[in-house]
Nanobody, 123 residues
């Protein structure tokens, strides 16, 4: 019953923008933190950004600071990742994940994961 579904990925050129969505069902985001992760072939899974529920704290990895922004729409039970100035090195499968209350940069500490959405940045 508990489920996360990502959407919004696609093929774009360097410098373009995309907005990813993560919709939660079976539970409310009011007491959960949502993190975004990505994984490219041959690379380790990387924590990108996270937003908490109670204090609305937000974190971003150095590789995406100034380019990516995370936000939450509680009424729609949805978290967004706005990605600007995309680079080829941003190419990866992007996942959202949920855990109770506070953010974590470690994927093992998240309980629920989506299936991922592919983002490809190429000219």
């Amino acid at each position: 019953q508990v489920q996360l579904v990502e959407s919004g990925g696609g093929l774009v050129q360097p410098g373009d923008s995309l907005t990813l969505s993560c919709v939660a069902s079976g539970f409310t985001l009011d007491y959960f933190a949502i993190g975004w992760f990505r994984q490219a072939p041959g690379k380790e899974r990387e924590g990108i950004s996270c937003i908490s529920s109670s204090i609305s704290r937000a974190y971003s990895a150095d590789s995406v600071k100034g380019r990516f922004a995370i936000s939450r729409n509680s009424a729609k039970n949805t978290v967004y990742l706005q990605m600007n100035s995309l680079k080829p090195e941003d190419t990866a499968v992007y996942y959202c994940a949920a855990r109770s209350y506070d953010c974590s940069g470690y994927g093992d500490e998240y309980d629920t994961w989506g299936q991922g959405t592919q983002v490809t940045v190429s000219s």
